[in-house]
């Protein structure tokens, strides 16, 4: 089965900092997720990476796949607490069913 | 925008006694899902329905679950005879298909006394 693993699992950080956080699969991805959970709530869909190489960005937020498909990487640019969460990477197994990583727990100080 | 409804947010259950997780999906999804996430573990996957009928399961989804689709909005897990060890938060999802996002729910907070 595959294994995903992030790093780091937490991270604080000062305002305005950058940060990035790294999942790596055990095997190659054919779609990889990004969600943030608040404490308590649900997963909030961030992006979607498919293909090797792919890099997307909404807001200050980039993610990235390699070219060999087994390593993500999400960077924040200058961040803010609202960045702050529970970022979980998500692999894409044979029927949409998502295998996760145990999250980073990010906090920004102000 | 449209979102992913769950009810409860919190159930407190006597082991034994049997529980039934309620959630609505967005409307034009097909694809619906349970996942749970034991307090301090990963989330993992439990099951995922297509057309009235389990697609997928995972070795969770034992014979003390069961899912439903009892009308055209509903989705619900039920829980036969809870154990301790099902104390968990359950988050239903769903998708229009494969290869796009999963929405999750906020989840229901199951606790098993």
């Known amino acids: 089965s595959q294994e995903l693993e992030q790093s780091p699992q937490s991270l604080i950080v000062q305002e305005g900092k950058n940060l990035t956080i790294n999942c790596t699969s055990s095997k190659t991805l054919y779609g990889l997720y990004w969600y943030k959970q608040k404490y308590g709530e649900g997963l909030i869909f961030l992006m979607m990476l498919q293909k090797g190489g792919e890099e997307k960005s909404h807001e200050k937020i980039t993610a990235k796949l390699d070219e060999k498909k087994q390593q993500s990487s999400l960077h924040i640019t200058a961040s803010q607490p609202s960045h702050a969460g529970i970022y979980l990477c998500g692999a894409d197994n044979a029927g949409n069913m998502l295998t996760f990583g145990g999250g980073t727990r990010l906090m920004v100080k102000p | 925008e449209p979102e992913v409804t769950q009810t409860p947010s919190h159930q407190v259950t006597q082991m034994g006694q049997e529980v039934i997780l309620r959630c609505v999906p967005i409307s034009n999804h097909l694809y619906f899902y349970w996942y749970r996430q034991i307090l301090g573990q990963k989330v993992e996957f439990l099951v995922s329905?297509?057309?009235?009928?389990?697609?997928?399961k995972s070795e969770i989804f034992d014979d003390q679950f069961s899912v439903e689709r009892p009308d055209g909005s509903n989705f619900t897990l039920k829980i036969r005879s809870t154990k301790l060890e099902d104390s968990a938060m359950y988050f239903c999802?769903?998708?229009?298909?494969?290869?796009?996002?999963?929405?999750f729910g906020n989840g229901t907070r199951l606790t098993v006394t």
């Open positions: 999802a769903s998708n229009r298909g494969m290869g796009s996002p999963l929405h």
């Open positions: 329905f297509y057309n009235n009928e389990i697609s997928e």
